[in-house]
């Protein structure tokens, strides 16, 4: 099946920092990727869709200032949490949809990327 | 908006048969997913039905949809300690399938020896 991979898997940083968590496709291309948020416990929220070579679109509520992403090629999506917070602390997972395959609607998810702010 | 929803808590003896529900509230979904999560691991496609089919199977998996109801089932024969995860159903939001997806609560399964 595709392979999406985020980086880094695990990630601590002091308040006030802001922090990249990179996802890429491996095989395949993907024009859209989406960008959720888990807390401890709880099901995922999406928070935005990435769209490659335009504005990421984002959810009610998310704030696009406080996280930005980046979709500059077809294989690669980025989430940066800007000025983080310890409420920002939490599981963020992406995916990516492999059209090639020809099932539409067919999503495939990173490992995820823990984020523990001090 | 979508609504999901899941049992929390799942426990099951070794070699027997699991069953997951799943309600949802939008009638137009098109199509229902489970996925499974290991923990402190993303999220790993475990199949998929169309909203046109009632049933799916898939080697040990058997996924049933009454579309009717708005109720999906994950059925796991023969459950093994490796099935012990969190299982997630997730409905495609609105007409057409697309990719965003409303995720359930997910359901913790509990397999014992």
């Known amino acids: 099946g595709a392979v999406v991979s985020q980086h880094p898997s695990w990630v601590i940083c002091k308040s006030g920092t802001s922090v990249k968590i990179e996802c890429r496709s491996l095989?395949?291309?993907?024009?859209?990727m989406f960008w959720y948020r888990q807390f401890p416990k709880q099901s995922l929220m999406l928070m935005a869709t990435?769209?490659?070579?335009?504005?990421?679109?984002?959810e009610q509520g998310v704030e696009k200032d406080k996280f930005l992403i980046n979709h500059a090629s077809l294989t690669l999506s980025t989430l940066t949490v800007t000025s983080a917070h310890p409420e920002d602390s939490s599981f963020y997972i992406c995916?990516?949809?492999?059209?090639?395959?020809?099932?539409?609607?067919?999503?495939?998810f990173g490992e995820g990327s823990r984020l523990t702010v001090l | 908006g979508e609504d999901v929803e899941q049992s929390l808590f799942l426990s099951v003896r070794e070699g027997d048969s699991s069953v997951i529900n799943c309600t949802y509230t939008?009638?137009?979904?098109?199509?229902l997913y489970w996925y499974k999560q290991e923990p402190g691991a993303g999220l790993q496609l475990l199949t998929y039905?169309?909203?046109?089919?009632d049933m799916k199977q898939d080697q040990r998996l058997t996924v049933l949809l009454n579309k009717k109801d708005k109720h999906l089932s994950l059925r796991i024969a023969d459950t093994q300690t490796g099935d012990s995860a969190i299982y997630f159903c997730?409905?495609?939001?609105?007409?057409?399938?697309?990719?965003?997806?409303?995720f359930g609560t997910g359901t913790q399964l509990k397999v014992e020896l």
């Open positions: 990435s769209n490659e070579g335009s504005k990421a679109t984002y």
């Open positions: 095989d395949f291309q993907a024009t859209t």
């Open positions: 039905i169309f909203s046109n089919m």
């Open positions: 997730a409905v495609a939001r609105g007409p057409g399938g697309g990719n965003k997806l409303t």
């Open positions: 939008d009638s137009s979904s098109t199509y």
């Open positions: 995916s990516a949809t492999n059209q090639g395959t020809g099932r539409a609607g067919e999503l495939f």
